[in-house]
């Protein structure tokens, strides 16, 4: 068979991207380097493996497919049902789901278009819904909304109350949340969050969602990796829906996943199948389903098992270390993969150590803590155990990474003093061409460079910033 020639004005789709364009070419190898030569301690970021790597950038993202196997609206998706029937049946598998029992939707483009769509199943416009406010560690998506304005789309469509944490100890105020719900009556009380340390209570969210005939969805985006290994307990025996992201502890590719309940009665699989395609979104992204697949094979590896025990060890072995400089930490530990650091004690805000901590290559991210008193400048930092250990690093090394932190702590004491204000901006000015930084970041790049990286090769990264 002869092949004809490419029209010249398409000789643009047979182009490496190096070729192609350089410009995108030089960001994601320079991206490439930084992850390689810093450390990555934001608590919902991981890196994913090679195999995931390879599947998301497929030809696969030529493919419409809306619908759901074997109903589709349009023709030629008998590769596409298979594997999108392989990543349902995987999903199922690797959270130890009987298929009579739950089903789940594998098509959401991310944690809020899934948490979206999951309202857009549970309940009606202007319901009434219960999560944990965001200063306490709650999503956006769980209802967020400030006195003046109506943040999140779950606040702007629903009514929403928030229940928080015990200032005091940084726990989950159950007893509050409780008589709030006596008021409140919500339709919909949704446990998980973004910056909670601690094991969540499930049975009694059930007992008090059960008073007001309510349903319980969990978010578990941030735990789902320690949840499929048993290293964090699991939310389905007492959830109606549940949803994740997959990206976090999960280890997989930017997407999301709503499991619901078959055997309840009330059709929430039809009603979530629908919410997600077409009521909040169009066609799958179906690389991005081969990608979730392969991370659900390996989450449910006896290897996923020893690195989400590895995650849990060292985020307990970098909060030990934290607190023997006698740092405050909420609920004075961790669970999970996750510390919500105070600095409050120091006087410090999270922004300043941030900043400093970015000049180091240190990756956090500030966060406000119980009690915070302004949610514009929070109190403390989030750190995350997660893709550090996907680097292959242990206990020790986490000490290593707490030394690192607490020098970027003692750094920030000295530099608020010298500007002699409390001024970011006074503080940014203090920070220039401060030697110790330059001192740390370099020690830094040689340390996270010693480890390895998943997903690409290092000694292949062509980019062309230098640290
Ligand atoms: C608990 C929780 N749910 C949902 C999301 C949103 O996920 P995405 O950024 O993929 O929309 C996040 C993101 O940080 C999260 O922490």
Not at 93 to 115: D, H, I, K, M, R
């Given at each position: ?25 030089d ?46 609206y ?18 199922l ?32 416009p ?22 003046k ?13 928030p ?149 849990r060890?060292?985020?307990?072995a ?52 119980a009690?915070?008193?302004s ?91 230098q640290?």
């Open positions: 068979m002869s092949v004809r020639q490419i029209d010249p004005w398409n000789s643009v789709l047979h182009t490496p991207l190096e070729q192609e364009d350089k410009e995108v070419y960001i994601v190898e320079n991206e490439k380097y930084r992850q390689w030569s810093g450390l990555e301690l934001i608590a919902s970021e991981n890196f994913t493996s090679q195999a995931t790597i390879e599947a998301n950038g497929t030809a696969l993202t030529n493919k419409y497919s809306e619908g759901l196997p074997g109903a589709r349009y023709g030629g998706n008998e590769h596409i049902d298979e594997l999108e029937n392989l990543c349902r049946k995987r999903a598998a690797a959270f130890g789901l009987n298929p009579e029992q739950w089903g789940v939707n594998v098509q959401p483009y991310s944690g809020s278009t899934a948490n979206f769509a999951a309202l857009t199943a549970l309940i009606q202007q319901d009434r819904l219960m999560g944990l406010d965001l200063p306490s560690g709650g999503h956006l998506t769980h209802g967020y909304q400030t006195n304005k109506k943040i999140s789309s779950s606040s702007i469509y629903f009514a929403s109350m229940y928080q944490v015990d200032q005091a100890t940084g726990y989950i105020d159950y007893d509050r949340l409780e008589q709030n719900a006596g008021l409140f009556r919500p339709k919909l009380l949704i446990c998980g969050g973004s910056a909670y340390p601690r094991e969540w209570d499930y049975a009694r969210f059930r007992k008090i969602a059960d008073q007001h005939g309510a349903y319980v969805m969990c978010d578990m985006a941030h735990i789902s990796g320690l949840v499929a290994t048993g290293e964090a307990s699991s939310p389905f025996d007492f959830c109606d829906v549940v949803t994740t992201t997959t990206h976090k502890t999960l280890r997989g590719p930017r997407a999301g996943l709503i499991f619901f309940r078959r055997d309840k009665g009330d059709d929430l699989e039809n009603r979530v199948n629908q919410a997600v395609f077409p009521s909040c979104q169009g066609g799958p992204h179906n690389n991005t389903i081969a990608a979730i697949a392969v991370t659900l094979k390996q989450a449910a590896s006896p290897e996923f098992k020893r690195y989400a025990q590895q995650v060890a060292n985020a307990v970098m909060a030990e270390a934290l607190k023997k400089n006698g740092y405050k930490l909420a609920t004075d530990g961790t669970d999970n993969h996750l510390i919500l650091w105070d600095l409050k004690p120091q006087k410090l805000t999270g922004s300043k150590v941030e900043r400093i901590c970015d000049m180091a290559h240190i990756t956090i991210n500030k966060n406000s803590i009690g915070d008193k949610a514009v400048t929070p109190g403390g930092v989030r750190l995350g155990s997660s893709a550090l250990t996907s680097r292959s690093m242990k206990e020790e090394d986490f000490v290593k990474v707490a030394e690192f932190l607490h020098r970027t702590v003692q750094i920030a004491v000295a530099v608020q003093d010298k500007a002699g204000s409390k001024m970011m901006k006074d503080f940014v000015a203090a920070l220039e061409g401060n030697e110790e930084i330059a001192q740390l970041k370099k020690e830094v790049i040689e340390f996270a460079r010693s480890f390895p990286m998943p997903g690409f090769d290092p000694t292949k990264i062509k980019a062309t910033v640290y």
